[in-house]
């Protein structure tokens, strides 16, 4: 098992920033891929950015260029740094840990953006 505890998040405006960060305790030898993903209300849960072991990143097209993923692999975190926020990226954010076939997720934390 491996368990997931964000912090960050919160109100801002719009163009405003934020970073979330994530801590990964448990079995977290051969933990692949972090990251974080995020669910609007009345929406499905969409990919944000992950980062793999490797270093590999990927990045959903509407927070390219705004949102940079960061992952320390000893310290087994994984941030978000978000700026120019947009209304449109209001949300619960969830850290994610992919290890072999099993995903593991945060509790979540509200990301509320305000125009």
């Known amino acids: 098992q491996v368990q997931l505890v964000e912090s960050g998040g919160g109100s801002v405006q719009a163009g405003g920033s934020l970073r979330l960060s994530c801590t990964a305790s448990?079995?977290?030898?051969?933990?692949?891929?972090m990251g974080w993903y995020r669910q609007a209300p009345g929406k499905q849960r969409e990919l944000v950015a992950t980062?793999?072991?490797?270093?590999?990143?990927n990045y959903a097209d509407s927070v390219a260029g705004r949102f940079t993923i960061s992952r320390d692999i000893a310290k087994n975190t994984v941030d978000l740094r978000m700026s120019s926020l947009k209304p449109e990226d209001t949300a619960v954010y969830y850290c994610?840990?992919?290890?072999?076939?099993?995903?593991?997720w945060g509790q979540g934390t509200q990301v509320t953006v305000s125009s």
């Open positions: 448990g079995s977290v030898f051969a933990v692949d891929a």
């Open positions: 994610s840990a992919q290890r072999g076939p099993n995903d593991y």
């Open positions: 980062k793999a072991r490797n270093g590999r990143t």
